[in-house]
C-alpha cells in the first residue's frame, strides 16, 4: 500500500476509535463505578476495577424499603427498588402498547382514510411539540386530580405518550400514506372488510416502521426524570428514574450507581437489538414520507 | 352509484375521526388543557400566595421585558440553544457520513454512536451529575472538585454544574442526530452520491453542495426535535438538584418564579414567550420536510 493510502486507513481508524471512545466513556464509567466495592470506590482507580462484585446490585433487592437506622441526624433509609423495578416494567410496557396503538389508529386515519385536511391535522399533531413543557406539570396536575389519579402510576401512562405521539403518527402516516392503494383495494374486491385488510397486508407490511416507532417511544419515555418525580410521591409507586432521585446519594452513592445500570442496561440491551431496524423503519418513513 | 360511493367516503371519513379521537382526546388532556391554563394565567395575578384572582392585561409580559432577570436568561437560552444545536449537527452529521459507507467493524461503530441516545437519560443525568460533582470522596472526587472551582472561578459559580448539563445535552443529541441523519442518507438513492463525485472539484464542494443540501429536510427535522427536547435535560438537573442552576434558561427561571416563588402569571408569560420561536423553526421545517403542494423534494 502506498504511504499515503496507509496515512489514511490510521487517519480513519483514529477517527473510529475517538467516536468509540467519546460514545461509549460515561456509559462505561457508571458501569465500572457500579461493580466496586465501598474501599475501592474511595481508594482505587477510577477507570478501572480491580475485585468486581456485584454486591451493589444484590443489596438493591435485599433492601425493602425499612429505615436502616441515622447516620449523623440523617435517617439512613433502605429503597424498594424491587418495587420500583415493577412499576418501571409496567409503565414502559403501558406506554409503549398505548402509543403505538394510538399512533396506529390515527396515522391509519390520516394517511389511507384521507379525512378532508387530513394534512393539516397531521401537521397541528406534530405542532403540539412547540409547546413549552416548563410549567406545564401545574395545570396537568388539575387533570391528574379531577380523573382522581393522584400518585398513581396510571399517570404516567396518560402522560408519556404525549411526549412521543406527535413524531409516531408523522413517521406512520407518511409511510401508510405512500404505500400504493392498490394493495389493500384487491383484499377489499375480494371481499374482505377492512380491518381484515389492516392487520393482514398493511400492519405486516409497516413492520419496520413499527419498530422505529416503538424504539423511538421507549427511548424519549425512558429519558423523563420530571414527570416521575413529580407525580409520584409515595416510594411504593415510584418507578425506577424517580425513585433513584430520591436517594440519598451522599451515603449511597454506589446503590444508586447500581439502580442506574439496573434499569439502563435492559433499555441499552433491547434498543441495541431493534438498533438496525430503527434506522431501516426511519428509512422508510422518510423515503415515502419526503 | 354515486350516492353509494357517497355513503362509503362518508363512512371513511367518519371511521377516520373516530381512529383519530384517542390521540387527540390524549393530546387535549394532557397538553391542550394545560396550554390553554397557562394561557389564561398569564393575564392574570394566579399564585397560591394570594386569594383573589385578578385580570392583568399584559402586565406579566411586561414586567417579563423590564426585568434583567429575563434578559439574562433569554440570552443563556440563545447561546445555550445554538451552541449545542451546533454542536449536535456537526457531531451527528460526522458519525452519519462516518456510518454510510462500509468499514470493517461498521456494526460496532453504529451501535456506539446509537447507545448516547438509547441510553435512559432518565437515569445517565443522575450518574452524570454525581460524576461530574462527586458527593463524597471518590477516588475522582478531588480531580473532579479541582476542575470544578477551576471552571466555577473562571466563569462564576454554577458555570460547572450548567457546562456539563450542556456536555450531556450535547453527548445525548448528537447520538440522536447522528442515527436520524444516517438513516436520511439511506433514503437518498446512492446514484446521486456517485453522480456528485465524478461532478465536483473537491470533497467539500460536494459536501456544501451536493450533501447538505439533499439532507437538509432531515437537519431541520433534527433541529427541530433537538430545540424542543433539549430543555428536558436541563429540567431534570433541575429536579434533581432542587433548582440549583445558577445559570438561568428561560425554562428554568420560569420554574423558578412557579415553583420557588408562586408566581404562576409572570412564570406562564415567560414560558409562552418560547412559542413564538418555536413556531417559526416548525414552519420552516413543513416548508423543507412536507411541503404543501408535495413538489419532489
Redesign the interface.
Known amino acids: 500500500m502506498s504511504p499515503r493510502g496507509w496515512r489514511r486507513r490510521l487517519g480513519r481508524q483514529t477517527l473510529v476509535l475517538l467516536v468509540i471512545v467519546y460514545c461509549l466513556f460515561p456509559i462505561y464509567f457508571v458501569l465500572v463505578q457500579s461493580l466496586k466495592t465501598a474501599e475501592e470506590d474511595v481508594f482505587g482507580n477510577p477507570l478501572i476495577v480491580l475485585h468486581p462484585t456485584l454486591e451493589n446490585f444484590e443489596e438493591l433487592f435485599v433492601s425493602k424499603g425499612e429505615p436502616r437506622g441515622f447516620v449523623g441526624a440523617v435517617l439512613h433509609r433502605s429503597y424498594p427498588f424491587f418495587v420500583w423495578l415493577q412499576n418501571t416494567i409496567v409503565v414502559f410496557t403501558g406506554t409503549v402498547v398505548l402509543t403505538l396503538g394510538t399512533a396506529v389508529a390515527a396515522a391509519y386515519a390520516l394517511g389511507r382514510l384521507r379525512p378532508p385536511g387530513f394534512r393539516w391535522w397531521r401537521r397541528v399533531i406534530f405542532a403540539s411539540y412547540v409547546i413549552p413543557q416548563t410549567i406545564l406539570f401545574v395545570p396537568l396536575y388539575h387533570v391528574v386530580h379531577a380523573l382522581g389519579l393522584d400518585d398513581n402510576l396510571l399517570v404516567l401512562v396518560l402522560v408519556y405518550p404525549t411526549t412521543a405521539l406527535p413524531f409516531c403518527v408523522w413517521m406512520l402516516s407518511a409511510y401508510f400514506e405512500h404505500l400504493p392503494r392498490e394493495i389493500e383495494e384487491a383484499a377489499l374486491i375480494e371481499g374482505a372488510s377492512r380491518a381484515t385488510a389492516f392487520f393482514r397486508i398493511i400492519l405486516p407490511l409497516s413492520r419496520p416502521v413499527l419498530v422505529a416507532a416503538g424504539i423511538f417511544t421507549l427511548g424519549t419515555i425512558a429519558s423523563d426524570f420530571t414527570i416521575a418525580s413529580v407525580f409520584l410521591l409515595s416510594d411504593i409507586n415510584q418507578t425506577i428514574p424517580a425513585g433513584l432521585g430520591t436517594m440519598e446519594v451522599a451515603l449511597d452513592e454506589l446503590l444508586a450507581v447500581a439502580g442506574i445500570n439496573l434499569m439502563a442496561i435492559p433499555i441499552v440491551l433491547i434498543s441495541a437489538c431493534f438498533a438496525r431496524g430503527y434506522v431501516r423503519g426511519l428509512t422508510a418513513a422518510m423515503l415515502e414520507g419526503a | 352509484m354515486s350516492s353509494r360511493v357517497g355513503t362509503r367516503r362518508r363512512r371513511?371519513?367518519g371511521?377516520?375521526?373516530?381512529?383519530?379521537a384517542?390521540?387527540?382526546l390524549?393530546?387535549a388532556?394532557?397538553?391542550g388543557?394545560?396550554?390553554g391554563?397557562?394561557v389564561w394565567?398569564s393575564f392574570t395575578n394566579l399564585s397560591p400566595l394570594q386569594d383573589r384572582v385578578a385580570f392583568v392585561g399584559l402586565q406579566n409580559y411586561r414586567g417579563q421585558i423590564e426585568d434583567p432577570q429575563f434578559w439574562l436568561a433569554a440570552t443563556v437560552t440563545v447561546v445555550h440553544a445554538a451552541i449545542t444545536t451546533v454542536a449536535k449537527l456537526a457531531l451527528g452529521l460526522g458519525?452519519a457520513l462516518?456510518l454510510a459507507r462500509p468499514?470493517r467493524?461498521r456494526t460496532?461503530?453504529?451501535?456506539?454512536?446509537?447507545?448516547?441516545?438509547?441510553?435512559?437519560?432518565?437515569?445517565?443525568?443522575?450518574?452524570?451529575y454525581?460524576?461530574l460533582s462527586?458527593?463524597?470522596?471518590?477516588?475522582?472526587s478531588v480531580?473532579m472538585g479541582t476542575l470544578k472551582y477551576a471552571v466555577d472561578n473562571a466563569l462564576g459559580t454554577g458555570a460547572w454544574v450548567f457546562l456539563s448539563v450542556t456536555l450531556f445535552n450535547i453527548?445525548?443529541g448528537s447520538?440522536?442526530i447522528g442515527?436520524?441523519l444516517?438513516?436520511?442518507i439511506?433514503?437518498v438513492p446512492p446514484e446521486l452520491f456517485e453522480y456528485a463525485t465524478l461532478e465536483s472539484k473537491s470533497a467539500w464542494q460536494r459536501f456544501w453542495m451536493v450533501t447538505v443540501p439533499v439532507l437538509k429536510?432531515?437537519l431541520a427535522l433534527g433541529v427541530?426535535?433537538s430545540l424542543?427536547?433539549g430543555?428536558?435535560d436541563l429540567?431534570?438537573v433541575?429536579?434533581?438538584t432542587n433548582g440549583r442552576i445558577v445559570f438561568p434558561v428561560?425554562?428554568t427561571h420560569?420554574?423558578w418564579l412557579?415553583?420557588e416563588g408562586g408566581e404562576?402569571g409572570p412564570?406562564?408569560a415567560l414560558?409562552?414567550m418560547?412559542?413564538p420561536f418555536?413556531?417559526a423553526?416548525?414552519l420552516l421545517l413543513?416548508r423543507l420536510?412536507?411541503p404543501?403542494d408535495r413538489e419532489p423534494?
Open positions: 371513511e371519513i371511521l377516520a375521526y373516530l381512529l383519530l384517542p390521540t387527540l390524549l393530546l388532556a394532557v397538553l388543557y394545560p396550554l391554563w397557562e394565567t458519525f462516518l468499514f467493524g460496532l461503530v453504529f451501535l456506539a454512536v446509537f447507545l448516547p441516545w438509547a441510553y435512559p437519560a432518565s437515569v445517565s443525568v443522575i450518574g452524570w454525581w460524576t462527586p458527593p463524597i470522596t471518590t477516588s475522582y480531580f453527548w445525548r447520538s440522536f442515527v436520524l444516517l438513516a436520511g439511506n433514503a429536510p432531515f427541530f426535535l424542543t427536547s430543555f428536558a429540567a431534570n433541575w429536579m434533581l428561560i425554562g420560569a420554574y412557579a415553583i404562576f412564570a406562564s414560558s409562552l418560547l412559542v418555536l413556531l423553526a416548525l413543513f420536510f412536507d404543501p423534494a
